[in-house]
């Protein structure tokens, strides 16, 4: 058999059956980062070559920064579940998964160590430039799944990873002292708010009514964009982070070859 695995990096292979061929033939073009939430890396690998669990993903990083590869990227792992984003509805088609060995928020949500973040990086870069991954379409879990999903969370460090080449990232505005918007306000300002949510990739409608659904999409915004307060509160720092966001992106828009990250 040949090497299964798909990356340069020194990589160990442990093979799930849990995948299928990408819908219509379709080509990965978002990189999308989790965290395990279990107790161990070797326990999530196991379960996600579960076939009787029903999920798996392209790689994990253990807290040592050691990659395991467990789908190829050729197809269709099973790591987003029911997710959106700018107007995709099926992620896992669209996607590679990259699974990172953490507890998560229910277990006491421990940073992620440099030396796995590294291998973060030089995975994610390896990834990117095989299938021409812009560097604004790297997401996470929580950007595609507000509702259900809280992973890979705020101290994941985008920040890092931006200054690599990896995802989009702003400095967010400074926090006041402003109320902001919650659930139960309304009005063109949250109309407003939503529109830019929507317009930037996360699945919000427009109904000009601070809803749950929205005060979770606000929530998942912070945990990336604006990681010091995440309270689903659309305050002047929220909002301005957004705006900035959008500004970015269209500047990088206007650059030759910007979709190669």
């Known amino acids: 058999m040949n090497n299964p695995i798909d990356t340069t990096l020194k990589a160990d292979w442990r093979a799930s059956e849990n995948y299928q061929p990408r819908k219509d033939g379709r080509k990965p073009d978002i990189l999308l980062m989790h965290y395990t ?4 890396a070797e326990w999530a690998i196991r379960r996600l070559c579960d076939v009787d669990a ?6 994990l990083i253990d807290e ?5 590869q467990m789908v190829q990227e050729q197809y269709r792992a099973w ?3 029911k997710s959106y984003w700018h107007g995709e509805t099926d992620i896992n088609s669209a996607s590679i998964g990259i699974e990172i060995a953490n507890q998560g928020h229910g277990k006491g949500y421990p940073d992620f160590p440099g030396i796995q973040m590294d ?4 995975l994610s870069k390896d990834i990117m430039q095989r299938w021409h991954i812009p560097a604004h379409r790297v997401i996470g879990h929580s950007d595609v799944a507000p509702r259900r999903k809280s992973d890979p ?3 994941f460090d985008w920040q890092r990873l931006h200054l690599e080449g990896i995802g989009h990232w702003v400095e967010p505005e400074p926090i006041g002292s402003d109320r902001g918007f919650g659930v139960g306000d309304e009005g063109e300002e949250v109309k407003a708010l939503q529109t830019l949510l929507r317009d930037y990739g996360y699945n919000q409608g427009m109904s000009g009514k601070y809803s749950k659904t929205t ?3 606000v929530t998942a915004f912070q945990r990336h964009f604006r990681q010091q ?3 689903g509160i659309a305050d002047l720092s929220t909002i301005n982070t957004l705006k900035k966001l959008h500004a970015a992106l269209v500047h990088s828009a206007s650059k030759p070859n910007w979709f190669a990250g």
Not at 54 to 59: E, R
Not at 64 to 68: L, S
């Open 37 to 40: 939430g279990m107790e161990t």
């Open 54 to 59: 029903g999920v798996s993903c392209h790689y």
């Open 64 to 68: 040592q920064g050691n990659i395991t």
């Open 79 to 81: 790591h987003a579940g």
């Open 119 to 122: 291998a973060v990086i030089a």
């Open 153 to 155: 969370g705020e101290k």
């Open 215 to 217: 005060r979770d999409i």
């Open 229 to 231: 307060r995440v309270d």
